[in-house]
């Protein structure tokens, strides 16, 4: 049984910082595809960021490069999305997603599954 379950979603103000995890079930963790997407009121969903935990490597949407981190911890099955100097415009559902088979990462049709979604508001 596969399973995505995200959490550590909130309120922040402007600048401060929040930490979501994901927590997968049923997956090769060691070798797995996954990414963060996420979609505000009235927008499609975008992907934020992208790892493959095998090796490590990752990639970001220019939005939030060199404020997000992305990263696994293998002893958790779980993949954290570090937000650090958060703007407004960071508000959205994220969610986690796993198995990419193809495309690129920052479609969501390529995508096998997901998680429910955590809710993140950035307001002073």
């Known amino acids: 049984h596969v399973q995505l379950v995200e959490s550590g979603g909130g309120l922040v103000k402007p600048g401060g910082s929040l930490k979501l995890s994901c927590a997968a079930s049923g997956f090769p963790f060691s070798s797995l595809c996954m990414a963060w997407f996420r979609q505000a009121p009235g927008k499609e969903r975008e992907g934020v960021a992208n790892?493959?935990?095998?090796?490590?490597?990752?990639y970001y949407s220019d939005s939030v490069k060199g404020r997000f981190t992305i990263s696994p911890d293998s002893a958790k099955n779980t993949v954290y999305l570090q937000m650090d100097s958060l703007k407004p415009e960071d508000t959205a559902v994220y969610y986690c997603a796993a198995e990419r088979r193809g495309g690129i990462w920052y479609q969501q049709d390529v995508w096998d599954f997901w998680g429910q979604g955590t809710q993140v508001t950035v307001s002073s």
């Open positions: 790892i493959w935990t095998a090796d490590h490597t990752t």
